[in-house]
């Protein structure tokens, strides 16, 4: 069987890869799974341990990145976010593409190690857009929000390495750009 696409989907904090991401990744064409990060940050309300992320204390997580667990890590806004290395490994080699919702250091980490992997980064409308988006979510407070949209100027600088830039301005037709990015992608592989 061959193996799975590495998927890498990155944007500004509040851009709305999770949204954008919940229109396709049940397409079945595209044959996807979801690689479940650990974090050190507190879980939000209604997000669920090993679902949305591993919530982890910070002695786990080093000692995780001291064993070589992570395929990726960064540090983001005062907490970690990382890959566990382990399950891509597994879903890629059942032939599952593979999907990595993943700020930029962190996909610098990917593309480095695996050159083939797909990337695409999610910018919003405008900065104000982003803004809004963020502060509408009531997920973080004012002082988390003005980090993450100080972060979001820098994040904004890393596009170059990006394969694919999407919009999204309108959530389905960011979804469905996505969608033609990666059944493109899948179709060239197969013909590899
Ligand atoms: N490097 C890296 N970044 C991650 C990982 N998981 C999530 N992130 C990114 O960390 C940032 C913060 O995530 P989060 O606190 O959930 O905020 P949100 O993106 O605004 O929902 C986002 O850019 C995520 O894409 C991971 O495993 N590794
Ligand atoms: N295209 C869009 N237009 C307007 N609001 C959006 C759009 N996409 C997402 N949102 C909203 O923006 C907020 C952030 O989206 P979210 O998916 O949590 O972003 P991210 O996962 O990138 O942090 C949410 O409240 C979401 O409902």
Redesign the pocket.
Known sequence: MKKGLLIILS????????????YFENDERLNLAYSTSMTTREPRNGEIDGKDYFFTSRQDFENAIKNGELLEYAEFVGNYYGTPLKEVEKLRNEGKNVIL?IEVQGATQVQEKCPDALSIF?IP?SME?LE???R????EAEEIVQQRLAKAAQEMKMIPQYKYIVC????KL?AELITTIILRHIELEENK
């Not at 999204?168 to 959530?171: A, K, L, R, S, V």
Request: charge should be positive; proline fraction near 11%.
């Open positions: 944007g500004p904090s509040g851009v709305g890869k999770g949204t954008v991401r919940r919702e999610i409308p857009e809004k988006r963020i509408g979510r009531k997920t999204n301005d309108d959530p960011a």
